[in-house]
C-alpha cells in the first residue's frame, strides 16, 4: 500500500508521499526522484494543487496550507475503504447503552453507518450529517446543539455548541482530526470547530480517535489535544517509531483495521 492513496494514480501518490516528508521539493527533484520530465512535474504539481492536496509554488511544490483543509467533497471520496474498515472496528468497540460525543467530519459519518445496529445509544454529535445518519434509529436518542451551521461540512459551532456539550459527560468520544504531529499533538484547521472538539475531549470518559494513514503526514494549524489524552487509536497503518514510542508510553491501545480485498475469480 502506498503512503496515500488518494489518487489512484501511482505517480501522484509518489509525489505527495515525497512531499508530505520533506516539506517542500523543487521540480527537478522531483523529476529525477519520479523518473519523468519536468513538464510532467509541472502538469502533475498543477493537478494535485487543484484538488487541494498540495501548495504550488515557484519552481516547485509544498504541503497542502495548514489553514485550509482539502474540500469536504474531496474527503468523502478519498480514502473510503480504510475509513469503513476503521470505522467498523471502532463500532465494535463501543457497547450499547452508551453515551456518544461524535464530531464533524466525513470518517465519523462512517462509524455513523457502523453504529447503526447498536441498541439504546445516546449521541451527542455537532454534527447535522451525523444526525440525520442516526436519527431514524428507533434505538437511538439523538441530541444536536444550538449554534452555527456550517453549509460545507454540516457542522454546528459556536459558543452555544460548546456550552451544550459541556453539559454531559459521555461514555466516549468518537472523533478524527486533520493532522497528528509527530509529538502526538492533534490539529485542526478551523478553531471554531476546534473549541467543540475539545469540550468533548474533556467531557468524555473514553477518546476514540479515528485516524487513517495519511493523518500523519497532513498539516493544520489549530490544536485540539494530544493523543496521549485517547484511550484508543484505530488506523489502518503503524505511524512512525517516534509516535509509537509515544502511543506505548501513554497506554493507548492501536487498533489496525485494514478491509481486506476480495479474493479473485
Known amino acids: 500500500m502506498s503512503l496515500t492513496e488518494l489518487t489512484g494514480n501511482p505517480r501522484h501518490d509518489q509525489l505527495l508521499t515525497l512531499i508530505a516528508d520533506r516539506g517542500y521539493m523543487n521540480i527537478d527533484e522531483l523529476a529525477q526522484l519520479l523518473d519523468v520530465s519536468t513538464q510532467t512535474v509541472r502538469r502533475d504539481i498543477r493537478k494535485l494543487s487543484e484538488q487541494g492536496l498540495i501548495t504550488r509554488h515557484h519552481g516547485g511544490a509544498g504541503r497542502a496550507s495548514s489553514v485550509v483543509n482539502t474540500a469536504f ?24 447503552g452508551s453515551t456518544i460525543f461524535i ?39 439523538v441530541m444536536v446543539p444550538g449554534g452555527t451551521l456550517r453549509a460545507h461540512n454540516g457542522g454546528i459551532i459556536g459558543p452555544a455548541a460548546t456550552a451544550f456539550v459541556s453539559g454531559f459527560r459521555a461514555d466516549y468520544l468518537v ?49 485540539i489535544g494530544n493523543v496521549a489524552q485517547a484511550t484508543a487509536l484505530f488506523t489502518d497503518e503503524l505511524p512512525g517509531p517516534g509516535l509509537q514510542t509515544l502511543l506505548k508510553s ?10 481486506e480485498e476480495p479474493q479473485a475469480g
Open 250 to 259: 501513554s497506554q493507548v491501545e492501536v487498533v489496525i483495521n485494514v478491509r
Open 175 to 223: 472523533t478524527s482530526m486533520g493532522a497528528i504531529e509527530s509529538d502526538g499533538a492533534m490539529m485542526e484547521f478551523d478553531v471554531n470547530e476546534a473549541s467543540v472538539v475539545k469540550t468533548m475531549i474533556a467531557h468524555s470518559r473514553h477518546v476514540l480517535l479515528a485516524a487513517d494513514h495519511t493523518k500523519y503526514h497532513a498539516s493544520a494549524a489549530v490544536e
Open 103 to 141: 464530531t464533524i467530519g466525513t470518517t465519523v459519518e462512517h462509524v455513523a453507518r457502523a453504529l447503526l445496529n447498536h441498541n439504546h445509544l445516546r449521541i451527542i454529535t455537532n454534527s447535522l450529517r451525523v444526525a440525520h445518519i442516526l436519527y431514524k434509529n428507533p434505538r437511538f436518542e
Open 73 to 96: 467533497e474531496q474527503r468523502e471520496v478519498s480514502m473510503t475503504e480504510e475509513k469503513r474498515a476503521i470505522a467498523e472496528a471502532i463500532a465494535d468497540y463501543i457497547p450499547d
